[in-house]
């Protein structure tokens, strides 16, 4: 079954349930601090699991793209991939449990033909500290189901520490089967949605987890080890609760997130043994084969670096919101990316200077049909990895140089090591295979520990660079938001209405606004957009939000800042006079203020260039509090 066929049926499979098919949001997102990346199917719908009603109903599924920098150093166990595409489906508010469970299981063993005796299952085992109990109600439901396929179900706990014990679902404490965007129920601040999970799992066989070498065969086999017997391929999480002053209470409206990583899903259906044996990989692979004369099974390592890392940069630079590498942000990461592919390629002795390219042609075509936004965006791609691979290997070649000065070190200490991988892209065994040809030793602890440091940074680096971000709807923050929408139209009456927003960046201290414009702007324009924004401001504005049909809202001229897809229906929001004049009419997904009086004092802080045709305002509301 092709990843196309897997696609489809997911979401024909919902549509005949009443689901509304949502187009994918952007990698890269739009209105908030809190990440760089969309990294999970759930990202874009969190307004509405907070409780902000949906333009297409309380049934959503989609295909989500999605990108992970933390899995970077798990590529090359045959499993993990740093981008992803996501299926998922929505209650909000409308089925719970027994529709989810049974739903799910149906697709996977009627639809994907998965056999359902290799179906293993986790459920939440509860925390009496917050005063939660075992999710029984989701463990009859799975023994429901599985007994219509003539399997008993035997529910166990403890198999960490016992084993499986003859169990097909297994209770499994907070941090395994509990959801919340801030994790476990202690790290929950108040006001946040979280719930217990169930995950469902595909069992690969013993040979691949328990065998004589693996570092686990000593311990008790179970479905949740890393030993890689057992492989996740999807969850349905039930937020049901909300964290408050008294603890943890029943949310009014309670939902369904389910989540299944594509990549997964076919592996199992496609009966291999690696993602990277997958229509989604196997074209890459071959022209990795054809460029380096290798075999993937003798250097699968290196070939899934290069091939996922050239994939997920096809999708960033691709993005609608197309991102360059570069040293800052989400650039840093397409360049981190790129290079160590590039790394990988030089252990595979693949040759040349525009290899990079042939292999990202493959990515392409496989995704083009797909993603039209890839295709549109083929020169855009082309030309930034080009540039970044001649960059690097200019690069290497002075690493070379600096490597030679360490000739005289009878043990090449851990911190020249990283050094040597940070700056110059020299891969730790290149370093080792270099030193041990001149009788010198490497630090390998101390590089370890040297690397866990970076990591660090790049974990802070990915999960958000401010400290805040519109997602967590506060108060200060939700000001911002709304003050977006004053300044875009702010600066559309100063500098004429071919001004659009290309991205904004909100925390709880300030905001930032990128828009379209070729020049800087002088001293003159600045202060009279800053003036308009208080003159709306002090009129004391109502912000009235609605529901619209998509044409419908851009024939009567909203303004669509995005080149994004849009659903069917949208929400606009309208900040109106009294005498019914309107400042501002946007199509956006809020949340916003009441009325334009509870901003504050607006002040343009900055106004400097962000790319090329693309300037940016970086802005404070001061409500009588010092500016910090």
């Known amino acids: 079954m092709k990843s196309e066929e897997l696609r489809r049926k997911f979401l024909s499979f919902y549509r005949e349930r009443n689901h509304s098919i949502i187009p994918p949001s952007s990698l890269i997102p739009e209105e908030d601090a809190t990440l760089l990346f969309v990294n999970s199917g759930m990202f874009p719908l969190v307004p509405y699991l907070l409780g902000e009603d949906h333009p297409e109903g309380s049934r959503i599924a989609d295909v989500q793209k999605c990108f992970r920098s933390d899995d970077i150093e798990e590529i090359g166990d045959k499993r993990h991939t740093t981008f992803f595409e996501m299926l998922g489906n929505w209650s909000l508010g409308d089925y719970f449990k027994k529709e989810q469970i049974e739903w799910v299981f149906e697709l996977f063993t009627e639809g994907y033909k998965i056999e359902a005796e290799k179906l293993y299952v986790t459920v939440y085992r509860g925390n009496k ?145 690696s993602i990277f044996e997958t229509d989604l990989f196997l074209p890459i692979i071959e022209r990795i084969e054809q460029l380096s004369r290798c075999k993937y099974h003798d250097r699968h390592k290196s070939f899934e670096v290069i091939a996922d890392h050239i994939k997920a940069a096809v999708f960033i630079i691709g993005d609608e919101k197309g991102v360059a590498p570069s040293n800052k942000q989400q650039g840093y990461f397409v360049r981190r990316l790129i290079r160590r592919a590039i790394r990988h390629g030089k252990q595979l002795n693949i040759e040349g200077d525009k290899w990079i390219g042939e292999v990202a042609g493959e990515v392409i075509n496989i995704y083009k049909d797909i993603y039209p936004e890839v295709k549109k965006n083929v020169p855009f791609i082309f030309e930034e990895m080009q540039k970044e691979q001649k960059t690097f290997e200019k690069t290497l070649a002075r690493g070379l140089k600096e490597f030679e000065k360490l000739k005289s070190e009878k043990i090449i200490d851990g911190k020249s090591v990283a050094f040597l991988y940070q700056t110059y892209g020299f891969p730790v065994e290149l370093t080792e295979e270099m030193a041990e040809e001149r009788g010198q030793e490497v630090d390998k602890e101390g590089f370890k520990e040297e690397m866990k440091k970076h990591q660090e940074l790049s974990r802070e680096l990915s999960a958000g660079v401010f400290k805040s971000g519109l997602a967590d709807t506060g108060e200060k923050t939700v000001k911002f938001h709304t003050a977006t929408h004053l300044l875009l139209s702010a600066l559309r009456k100063v500098l004429g209405e071919s001004v659009l927003q290309k991205g904004s960046n909100i925390t709880k201290e300030r905001l930032r606004f990128d828009f379209s414009y070729e020049r800087k702007l002088n001293r003159e324009e600045i202060e009279t957009v800053e003036n308009l924004v208080n003159e709306m401001i002090e009129k004391d504005l109502e912000v009235k939000k609605e529901e619209m049909d998509t044409d419908k809202a851009l024939k009567s001229g909203v303004v669509a800042s995005f080149t994004e897809k849009y659903s069917s229906k949208v929400l606009v929001y309208s900040i109106i006079g009294k005498d019914g004049e309107i400042f501002s009419r946007e199509i956006c997904s809020g949340p916003h203020v009441e009325r334009t009086s509870v901003l504050g004092k607006f002040s343009i802080k900055k106004e400097e260039s962000s790319s090329s045709g693309v300037r940016r305002i970086k802005a404070v509301l001061k409500d009588g509090e010092e500016e910090k």
């Open 129 to 273: 500290n917050i005063g939660i109990e075992k999710d029984r109600e989701a463990v009859e439901i799975w023994k429901n189901v599985f007994k219509e396929k003539g399997i008993e179900a035997k529910d166990v706990d403890f198999a960490k520490e016992k084993g499986m014990q003859g169990g097909r679902i297994f209770y499994y404490p907070d941090k395994d089967n509990w959801w919340s965007r801030t994790g476990v129920p202690e790290n929950m601040p108040n006001g946040e949605p979280g719930g217990p999970d169930s995950e469902i799992f595909y069992d690969l066989g013993e040979r691949a987890g328990h065998h004589e070498k693996s570092p686990w065969k000593d311990a008790p086999c179970h479905v949740n080890c890393d030993c890689g017997r057992f492989i996740e391929i999807g969850n349905s999480v039930f937020i049901q609760f909300v964290k408050t002053e008294k603890g943890f209470e029943k949310l009014p409206r309670q939902n369904v997130d389910f989540g299944g990583g594509l990549e997964r899903i076919a592996m199992i259906a496609q009966k291999k043994t």
